[in-house]
């Protein structure tokens, strides 16, 4: 079992700035990933950016040069570092984490940007 502890949601102004992390614990393997995911009210869940444990990235057009997700293998933990947000940033935004086919999800944080 893996278990996911996310922070640093908040409301921001459009323009601003937000770092997310993701904290994982448990009975981790040396090669894993780990994503973020949002979703907006009314909207399917999506792909935000992804990470894995060898340093691989990839990110959604959308966030593509405002958005940059990195890691620390040695704490486990995943950030996502969010600049220039929109107010169409807007959403609830979950880490999942990735191992031998099972994934693991945590319980999100919400990120609200103003306009």
């Known amino acids: 079992q893996v278990q996911l502890v996310e922070s640093g949601g908040g409301l921001v102004q459009a323009g601003g700035s937000l770092r997310l992390s993701c904290a994982a614990s448990?009975?981790?393997?040396?090669?894993?990933?780990m994503a973020w995911y949002r979703q907006a009210p009314g909207k399917q869940r999506e792909l935000v950016s992804r990470i894995t444990s060898t340093g691989f990235s990839n990110y959604a057009d959308s966030v593509k040069g405002r958005f940059t997700i990195s890691r620390d293998n040695a704490k486990n933990t995943v950030y996502l570092q969010m600049n220039s947000l929109r107010p169409e940033d807007t959403a609830f935004y979950y880490c999942?984490?990735?191992?031998?086919?099972?994934?693991?999800w945590g319980k999100g944080t919400l990120v609200t940007v103003s306009s």
């Open positions: 999942a984490f990735s191992q031998s086919g099972v994934d693991y």
């Open positions: 448990g009975n981790i393997f040396s090669y894993n990933v």
